[in-house]
């Protein structure tokens, strides 16, 4: 429900991180908790074709970001939304509330991804990632300061307190007032 004078009535909550960190389990248990409405763009991109192709050597779908920014941002305007996602520099900051990088450690992290029955070069690629942090430069660099927040993932009980620090948050939430 979007106010009046078009200010958001819920927050929006963009979660990422390097695949295999938790974002869905997370996004998909604070949905829950919160009633807040839960989009996972992997699946969306998927669903409604937002997409240039797939990738045979990354085995992924090439994302159009215009079409996915396109058919979110309605959603998003009005607030009340946990998105799920593993890269972030391309969403407009003024969506988000909230940025959440969820980082895992590397062992736990091959762990996951071997299980996913990811190849060797994409499990490499995304070891990488988490070593040298770049979705956290990558949300540092796209949103304010005051808005990312980086959270250990490495298992349940790691889940549950990011889970319980959001829904306190999510509670707290207030916009900023104008000045």
Known sequence: MV??????KNPNILVTGTPGTGKTTLCT????????????????????NLHDGWDDELECYILNEDLVCDEIEDVLEEGGNIVDYHSCDFFPERWFDCVVVLQTDNTILYDRLSRRGYKDSKISNNIECEIFQVLLEEAKKSYSEEKVIAFKSDNIDDISRNVATLIDWVRNWSLPSES
């Open 3 to 8: 106010l009046e004078n078009g200010k958001r």
């Open 29 to 48: 248990t604070l949905a829950e908790a919160t009633q807040l409405c839960h989009t996972n763009i992997g699946e969306l991109v998927k669903e409604k």
